[in-house]
C-alpha cells in the first residue's frame, strides 16, 4: 500500500533542542495527522491539520498543512526526555460513509540525551 | 471510557498454527479498523469495517488472513495457517463516523511472533 515519506527516519538531539520533522505525499489529503507512539502503546493524536496552508500549535508542538496539500512538518520546540517516541504523520481522506481512512508515513524515531 | 481493548497483548505461536486477535472498539464508535506493524513496511491498513460490515479489504495480505465483527462491540483477525512473515504488531482502531472532526483511537496491539 501507500506511504508517506518521512524524513528524518531518526533523530538524536540533546534535551532543550528543537526538533523539526515533514512528510511528503504523491497525493492529496484533505487532513493532515501528526501522532507520536510509545513503546509497547499504540499511536495517539498530537495535532490535527484541516485546511491547506493552516498553521496549528498544540503546546510546545506547532504543525502546519502544505499549501499543496501533498505535505506537513512537525516541529516540537525545546525538547524534553518524554518526547522520546516514534513520531508519524498520516494523511487522512474522508469516506462516504462520515468516518476517515489513514494513510501512514513512515516514522521518525526520536532520542532524547540529557 | 476504557479506550480501545485488544487481546492478547503478546502471542508467540509456531508456524502452522491459527492465531486469533481479538478488538473491542470503543462504545458508540461506527467503524473498525485493522492495521499492521513492522518495521520494513509500517503501519499498514488491513481492513476496516463499518457497522460491522467489512468496507475495505484490499490490504489483507492474503487468503490467510481474515476478518470478523459479528456485532458492534468486538471484531477478530484471524491467521490461518500463521507463517514466519506474519510476525507483526497488529493495532485495533476506531472512530465515530459523521463528525466534522473524528479521531481514530488506537488500541495498545498484539505483539506476534510466529516461530
Known amino acids: 500500500g501507500q506511504q508517506l515519506n518521512q524524513s528524518p527516519q531518526s533523530m538524536f538531539i540533546q534535551e532543550g533542542e528543537d526538533v523539526s520533522m515533514n512528510c511528503t505525499s504523491s497525493?492529496?489529503?484533505?487532513?493532515w495527522l501528526w501522532y507520536k507512539q510509545d513503546p509497547g502503546e499504540g499511536p495517539v493524536l498530537l495535532i490535527a491539520l484541516y485546511k491547506a496552508g493552516e498553521l496549528t500549535s498544540n503546546g510546545r508542538l506547532t504543525a502546519q498543512f502544505g499549501i499543496t496539500r501533498k505535505d506537513s512538518f512537525l516541529n516540537i520546540s525545546a525538547s524534553i526526555p518524554s518526547d522520546v517516541g516514534i513520531y508519524f504523520c498520516?494523511?487522512?481522506?474522508?469516506?462516504?460513509?462520515?468516518?476517515?481512512?489513514?494513510?501512514f508515513g513512515t516514522g521518525t524515531q526520536l532520542k532524547v540525551e540529557l | 471510557d476504557a479506550g480501545v481493548i485488544q487481546s492478547p497483548r503478546h502471542e508467540v505461536t509456531e508456524m502452522g498454527q491459527e492465531v486469533t486477535l481479538r478488538c473491542k472498539p470503543i462504545s458508540g464508535h461506527d467503524y473498525l479498523f485493522w492495521y499492521r506493524q513492522t518495521m520494513m513496511r509500517g503501519l499498514e491498513l488491513l481492513i476496516y469495517f463499518n457497522n460491522n460490515v467489512p468496507i475495505d479489504d484490499s490490504g489483507m495480505p492474503e487468503d490467510r488472513f481474515s476478518a470478523k465483527m459479528p456485532n458492534a462491540s468486538f471484531s477478530t483477525l484471524k491467521i490461518q495457517p500463521s507463517e514466519p512473515r506474519d510476525s507483526a504488531v497488529y493495532f485495533c482502531a476506531s472512530i465515530k463516523g459523521g463528525l466534522p472532526y473524528n479521531e481514530q483511537f488506537f488500541g495498545p496491539g498484539t505483539r506476534l511472533t510466529v516461530l
Open positions: 498520516a494523511g487522512q481522506l474522508r469516506l462516504t460513509g462520515g468516518g476517515n481512512k489513514l494513510t
Open positions: 497525493s492529496i489529503f484533505n487532513t
